[in-house]
């Protein structure tokens, strides 16, 4: 956690302009996300689809409560990541019963259909062209450019990570370890293996949905595109990519491939060459994730 909060206070003495604090900005909002994520694929076994769904219910939800219903902005953000929990225990029970390709797909139907719901009701929520979101305000003032969101959103992503190493570390955290392992062992020792993955399920949407929040008041404007199915497959990417069961993983993750697509820019031609590339590398290299590869690496090297 020092190191983490090393990184957010130094950081801004490399960032130059506007441009690189907005990529850092993006960098937090990708890791709250992916740290929620990370809970229910790398420690619980789950697989998810959709939670970029989650996250285009909380951006919807919270402009929608903002503009419509003039809730204040810091009501709103929890109002609406309430909504996705509820939504998110209504449908955790019926389908995490299922396992492997099957929950895959029950998942990947979820964040369609709330991809498609979104698009089509234009008279609630602008359909294709997206909708206004007001500024966000806390007591009266209001957040506005990149450096103040960038303190906000550093707040926020370090938040999520404390929340997330206290609940691994707790027995919660090792009934999910437990059900990882073998779901049926898990049981055989109590663990009610139906209520944990539930209560991780709906903990990594109510995640989701408040990065959605986050997202939409700093970027002013929402689309469907934070609820398409590529952006849920750049969720998992991401954490496959740090290294499952690793939160700090999940951060560096979210990181290398927020930051990598404006890297390449300078090749943009070839951007998703390079970028598979880069990606296939990484699996074949680094096959349990790039942060647990190396922490293992050094553990080899200095013993």
Not at 62 to 86: F, M, Q
Request: hydrophobic fraction near 55%.
């Amino acid at each position: 956690m020092a190191a983490l909060a090393l990184v957010i206070v130094l950081a801004p003495l490399v960032l130059a302009n506007d441009y690189f604090y907005d990529v850092a900005i993006l960098v937090g909002l990708n890791a709250i996300v992916c740290v929620g994520l990370n809970l229910l694929i790398g420690y619980a076994g789950q697989i998810s689809l959709g939670h970029a769904g989650f996250f285009g219910l909380g951006a919807y939800g919270s402009a929608l409560l903002c503009s419509r219903y003039g809730v204040p902005p810091l009501a709103a953000l929890p109002l609406a990541a309430a909504g996705v929990a509820v939504l998110a225990f209504a449908v955790g029970r019926p389908i995490l019963r299922l396992k492997g390709h099957y929950l895959a797909m029950a998942t990947l139907g979820l964040g369609v259909i709330v991809s498609i719901v979104i698009a089509n009701e234009d008279r609630i929520t602008g359909g294709p062209d997206g909708m206004a979101v007001p500024p966000f305000t806390v007591l009266g003032h209001l957040v506005q450019g990149e450096q103040a969101w960038y303190w906000l959103v550093g707040a926020c992503l370090f938040v999520a990570v404390w929340l997330a190493l206290n609940l691994i570390e707790s027995p919660a955290g090792r009934a999910l370890r437990a059900l990882h392992g073998s779901e049926i062992a898990a049981e055989v020792v109590g663990i009610d293996s139906a209520r944990r993955k539930l209560e991780v399920f709906v903990l990594s949407a109510v995640f989701a949905a408040l990065a959605g929040g986050l997202t939409a008041f700093y970027s002013g404007f929402v689309t469907p595109d934070k609820a398409s199915f590529l952006h849920s497959v750049e969720l998992v990417t991401m954490v496959v990519f740090g290294g499952m069961a690793s939160t700090f993983g999940a951060v560096v993750g979210a990181a290398v491939l927020t930051i990598l697509p404006q890297a390449l820019t300078a090749v943009r031609e070839y951007e998703m060459v390079v970028f598979g590339a880069v990606m296939m590398a990484t699996m074949i290299f680094f096959p349990r994730g790039a942060v647990p590869t190396l922490e293992s690496w050094l553990r080899r090297r200095s013993s």
